[in-house]
Antibody
Framework: QVQLVESGGGVVQPGRSLRLSCAAS????????MHWVRQAPGKGLEWVAV????????YYADSVKGRFTTSRDNSKNTLYLQMNSLRAEDTAVYYC???????????????????WGQGTLVTVSS | DIQMTQSPSSLSASVGDRVTITCQAS??????LNWYQQKPGKAPKLLIY???NLETGVPSRFSGSGSGTDFTFTISSLQPEDSATYYC?????????FGGGTKVEIK
């Protein structure tokens, strides 16, 4: 069965960096785009980024553009989110999610589908 | 970016009640809309995709309708386990955007 497990969260000071990982299993990871979605404590869902199945295309929310970078290692079935210049407002649970539109899909119409990880909490605080 | 306006932000209803949540997009998104359910401390769960299609394994008391800019999510007969927050999400264009959520409580 599809399993997504995030790791790497923790407490970090403003301005510092953190890298999240998402280990995937139960499906052909290299055939699917992947998304990051976050949720600040007590708040709603905010989409963060998407990466295409081969890593060649990426799209970011304006709130993280230029600070966050998503990447993937298909040989390790792992997705990454490198977060730099962290701010207090980046405090959230970060989820990875499998592309819902189908294999090899990227672009308009892409969405986080029916498989999400359990989330990892990032707290940005001095 | 496409803005999604969801209402109400919260509601309280009794077991067996019919519950309706609406979502309005700031521009025409065809039927590129999903509905998610989220319980405290858990990841969101996809219930409805393409505005009206029930995800596999989701009870038939959940349904969705609409196209263009106006969408509706309905629970036909509210059950205790339906206590959760529900979100609409558009995927017509990147960035994907979510509605603000509707917290459903059981009276």
């Amino acid at each position: 069965q599809v399993q997504l497990v995030e790791s790497g969260g923790g407490v970090v000071q403003p301005g510092r960096s953190l890298r999240l990982s998402c280990a995937a299993s139960g499906f052909t990871f290299s055939s699917y785009g992947m998304h990051w979605v976050r949720q600040a404590p007590g708040k709603g869902l905010e989409w963060v980024a998407v990466i295409s199945y081969d890593g060649s295309n990426k799209y970011y929310a304006d709130s993280v553009k230029g600070r966050f970078t998503t990447s993937r290692d298909n040989s390790k079935n792992t997705l990454y989110l490198q977060m730099n210049s962290l701010r207090a407002e980046d405090t959230a649970v970060y989820y990875c999610a499998k592309e819902g539109h189908g294999a090899y899909y990227y672009g308009s119409g892409s969405y986080p589908g029916g498989y999400w990880g359990q989330g990892t909490l990032v707290t940005v605080s001095s | 970016d496409i803005q999604m306006t969801q209402s109400p932000s919260s509601l309280s209803a009794s077991v067996g009640d019919r519950v309706t949540i609406t979502c309005q997009a700031s521009q025409d998104i065809s039927n590129d809309l999903n509905w998610y359910q989220q319980k405290p401390g858990k990841a969101p769960k996809l219930l409805i995709y393409d505005a009206s299609n029930l995800e596999t394994g989701v009870p038939s008391r959940f349904s969705g309708s609409g196209s263009g800019t106006d969408f509706t999510f309905t629970i036909s007969s509210l059950q205790p386990e339906d206590s959760a927050t529900y979100y609409c999400q558009q995927y017509d264009n990147l960035p994907v955007t979510f509605g603000g959520g509707t917290k459903v409580e059981i009276k």
